[in-house]
């Protein structure tokens, strides 16, 4: 009796502190990525560009070759969050990129914005200009956006 009112204690006592760091986590994924001051200016940014075959063909190329993207988001955009030791990043690790609720929470601006400037204390570093031009990172935001279609 009494290793089993001690067996539902401790049972207790981990859900209550496994339910709010999961939600925390789940939350977390959401808020946005944009400082404060500049989310307006970001989530008003239009992607120029047509998200055709074309364009998201070049957008793919880019992600695994030149853009080195897929070392950190996974070839398949699901992020490396199940393969690789937590810690070994520095602040969150990235996102799945096939995550519909995600890809509704995020504009194009908004991607894009990261691209240009990084996601300031993680390993999400800044690729343009020093890595991609201005059009090459609208066309890997097609890419980005298409893992979120089946
Ligand atoms: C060194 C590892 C690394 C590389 C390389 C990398 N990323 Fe990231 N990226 C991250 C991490 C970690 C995050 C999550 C940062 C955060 O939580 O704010 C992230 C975040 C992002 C986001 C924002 C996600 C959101 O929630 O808004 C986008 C978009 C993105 N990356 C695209 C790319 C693209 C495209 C490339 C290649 C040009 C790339 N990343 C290369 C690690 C990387």
Request: hydrophobic share 45%.
């Amino acid at each position: 009796m009494h290793s089993l009112v001690r067996t539902l204690v401790v049972a207790g006592a981990l859900l209550l502190q496994a339910v709010p760091q999961s939600w925390g986590t789940s939350q977390g994924i959401f808020l946005p990525r944009v400082p404060r001051g500049q989310i307006a200016a970001a989530r008003a940014l239009r992607n120029p560009l047509p998200a055709s075959d074309e364009m998201i063909a070049s957008g793919k190329v880019l992600f695994h070759e030149k853009g080195f993207c897929e070392v950190c988001h996974g070839a398949d955009g699901k992020g490396l969050g199940g393969d690789i030791p937590s810690g070994s990043l520095k602040g969150p690790l990235p996102r799945n990129f096939t995550d519909k609720a995600w890809q509704a929470a995020r504009t194009d601006g908004e991607l894009f914005w990261i691209l240009k400037n990084g996601s300031k204390g993680t390993a999400m570093a800044s690729f343009v200009p020093r890595v991609l031009t201005v059009e090459e990172a609208w066309q890997v935001v097609l890419y980005v956006r298409s893992f979120g279609r089946p």
